[in-house]
């Protein structure tokens, strides 16, 4: 094994030990007593099961985090990027045509491997704390659309990206970042009104008081709203939620129907304002440019790494090629991802502040925002008291008991 091999397996035993400590942390920061704020909404029993469903799901997440790892390092030490690749090469296709099946293939045999998991969390983990409402027809039909979705969107935009790798020279990355950038853009626009009513049916909110408190809400912010959707959330689990997707003319904001059915019309709007709040606040248009400029970043190291024969050699190629380079470069970038993402989380969590605040600013209820967060929680079972280091690695909100304290101290400030 080369530097660059021991540079990775470094990289990726440290991220899983840091994994490891995180939830040791979050496990023993479990705290049999009930803090004070959610007297009322749990019961002793109910935040009993809380705990446990964060045990059993934190449990769940290390037994699938090593089989992953364990599923990788062998299929690396066994040689089996080469095998696969000399396999796929031995079919006489061109460059773009012999990538397109090797990662197909490399995505198919992770996709059926992780099933049996998704099927353990899905029918035993979330159907044993109430949650799950997904049917085995819907779970097998997710699983379809979503590979037929993967070979439509996926396979012509990694097609692009080997082909310019391949024949457009030093400034590939820059003809794939474009490439790249204008996908993301096409499909977060046509999201809201081609994909998602492929898995989950988006029907207008129907006439009455909430929606007329939403209209008059966003009116007085001067959000121009078309409309607002009830997405059937409870087509797969009973938890709740509410999001923005979309931007221009396809935005759009969706309230789970199980949300609807058990909050009060001003905790509906608080929640709504809340998603307004990120639109408002450029939330939005900051995740967009981020994730562009990151996409360029990282299309200009692959770019210089993808030349390295030493990468290659790290796993046992006999031959190199762009399509296994860029997985042995999301590799060996698996610790600076991690880094990405934890400040990712960190800005995240600045920004639920920012969305609470104007909710409770131009709404004037900052008791009904604290209801409503309340209400998810115990809905959802959330855990009230994670460890700050699990919240510094996962969490893209900020812990409940936290939301609601700035709340309260806005709330304070206004009397
Ligand atoms: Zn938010």
């Given at each position: 094994m080369n530097i660059y091999g021991l540079i990775i397996l470094a990289a990726l035993l440290a991220c899983?030990?840091?994994?490891?400590?995180?939830?040791?942390?979050?496990?023993?920061?479990?705290?049999?007593?009930?803090?004070?704020?959610?007297?009322?909404?749990?019961?002793s029993e109910k935040y009993a099961r809380s705990q446990e469903y964060t045990r059993t799901r934190t449990r769940f997440g290390l037994l699938t985090g090593t089989f992953d790892l364990f599923l990788l390092l062998l299929f690396w030490?066994?040689?089996?990027?080469?095998?696969?690749?000399?396999?796929?090469?031995?079919?006489g296709m061109g460059p773009v045509s012999t990538g397109l099946a090797f990662t197909g293939i490399l995505l198919l045999a992770k996709t059926v491997l992780s099933?049996?998991?998704?099927?353990?969390?899905?029918?035993?983990?979330?159907?044993?704390?109430?949650?799950?409402?997904?049917?085995?027809?819907?779970?097998?039909?997710?699983?379809?659309?979503?590979?037929?979705?993967?070979?439509?969107?996926?396979?012509p935009l990694l097609a692009a990206v080997f082909w310019f790798f391949d024949s457009a020279g030093a400034m590939a990355w820059l003809w794939c970042w474009a490439a790249v950038t204008l996908f993301t853009l096409v499909v977060q626009f046509i999201a809201p009104t081609w994909i998602m009513p492929l898995f989950n049916k988006f029907s207008p909110l129907e006439e009455g008081e909430l929606r007329e408190a939403i209209f008059a809400f966003a009116e007085k912010v001067e959000?121009?709203?078309?409309?607002?959707f009830v997405m059937d959330g409870s087509k797969r689990s009973s938890k709740s939620n509410a999001f923005f997707t979309g931007f221009g003319r396809n935005k759009r904001i969706a309230l789970f129907d199980t949300l609807i059915a058990k909050h009060t019309v001003p905790e509906l709007v608080g929640v709504l304002a809340h998603e307004i709040g990120h639109y408002k606040k450029k939330h939005?248009?900051?995740?967009?440019?981020?994730?562009i400029i990151h996409t360029g970043v990282m299309l200009y190291l692959l770019s210089i790494f993808i030349g390295h024969q030493g990468l290659f050699a790290a796993f046992y190629m006999e031959q190199s090629s762009v399509y296994v380079g860029i997985i042995f470069f999301g590799l060996?970038?698996?610790?600076?991802?991690?880094?990405?993402?934890?400040?990712?989380?960190?800005?995240?969590?600045?920004n639920e502040y920012e969305a609470d605040a104007f909710a409770a600013r131009h709404t004037?209820?900052?008791?009904?925002?604290?209801?409503?967060?309340?209400?998810?929680?115990a809905n959802n079972l959330a855990n009230l008291t994670p460890h700050p280091f699990y919240v510094l690695l996962h969490y893209s909100h900020p812990p409940l008991i936290r939301r609601i304290a700035a709340l309260r101290a806005l709330a304070g400030g206004q009397k």
């Open positions: 899983y030990v840091l994994e490891l400590v995180a939830d040791r942390l979050n496990l023993r920061a479990l705290d049999p007593q009930l803090p004070a704020e959610f007297a009322g909404v749990y019961d030490q066994l040689g089996g990027f080469n095998w696969l690749d000399q396999l796929v090469r031995g079919w099933l049996p998991f998704g099927i353990y969390s899905t029918f035993v983990i979330e159907e044993r704390f109430g949650f799950n409402r997904t049917t085995p027809l819907t779970f097998i039909t997710d699983l379809l659309k979503g590979l037929i979705l993967a070979v439509v969107l996926g396979g959000f121009s709203l078309q409309n607002v939005i248009l900051q995740g967009m440019v981020i994730s060996l970038f698996t610790p600076i991802e991690m880094i990405l993402s934890l400040l990712m989380n960190l800005l995240s969590r600045h004037g209820e900052p008791e009904s925002m604290i209801g409503a967060l309340k209400k998810l929680a």
